[in-house]
């Protein structure tokens, strides 16, 4: 005898569709080369210097920066010498590579390239911004448009974060090291705008502000 329960539970889930959440796009540096890999989880690889690392995906997904090392080439900062990176642009097909950024050296530490770190994109994806080692006591904070290569310093700073939504989206979140009156130094974190005027002082932490403003 047919259990009528049981042939119900079945009809329904041979019927019922299985929707399958595909993974969103990323991308990797592998042996040097940077790969993109679709939602489908198909791979692509973008470069093949073996000298990129640190790719960095664009909010809509279509392009990529990434660091490229200059073997044998050093770069003079306030805390010594660096060794030398370019950074540059590549569209998620690999189409379209794009040198950006130079390293190069400078009187002024706010002019110097050094390296690239914590590599950032606007909302928009239009801006790159990026920390590279400048004064013995801090690195500096540069962006680079990414349409027309134009790059300027920002503001002096480490541990760069870039606010991704909210009242202070496309702000820059990071730590500065500071002078008391008295005598003796600090490191908090400040809040400033993209064109590096200060908002605020965050203070020691930034648990209590991402969870105000930030994605969590």
Do not use: C
């Not at 993974?23 to 210097?49: C, H, M, W, Y």
């Amino acid at each position: 005898m047919v259990n009528l329960r049981s042939a119900a539970f079945l009809s329904l889930a041979v019927l019922t569709p299985v929707f399958v959440h595909a993974a969103e796009p990323k991308v990797s540096a592998d042996v040097g080369n940077i790969v993109f890999a679709n939602r489908d989880g198909q791979t692509q690889r973008l470069t093949s210097s073996a000298h990129d690392s640190e790719p960095v995906l664009s909010p809509d997904g279509k392009w990529v920066v990434f660091v490229r090392a200059v073997p044998g080439k050093k770069i003079a900062t306030g805390g010594g010498e660096e060794e030398a990176t370019e950074l540059w642009q590549i569209r998620a097909d690999g189409k379209e590579p794009t040198l950006l950024v130079r390293a190069h050296e400078s009187e002024k530490m706010e002019s110097v390239i050094g390296g690239f770190e914590n590599l950032q994109f606007s909302s928009d994806g239009r801006l790159v911004f990026f920390v590279t080692p400048a004064w013995a006591t801090s690195g500096a904070v540069h962006v680079v448009d990414t349409t027309n290569a134009k790059e300027h310093f920002v503001v002096a700073g480490n541990n760069l974060e870039i606010v991704p939504s909210g009242e202070y989206r496309d702000h820059l979140l990071l730590q500065q090291h500071r002078y008391f009156l008295g005598g003796g130094s600090y490191d908090w974190f400040f809040l400033f705008k993209p064109d590096g005027k200060e908002v605020g002082v965050v203070g020691e932490d930034t648990s209590n502000f991402k969870e105000l403003y930030s994605d969590k």
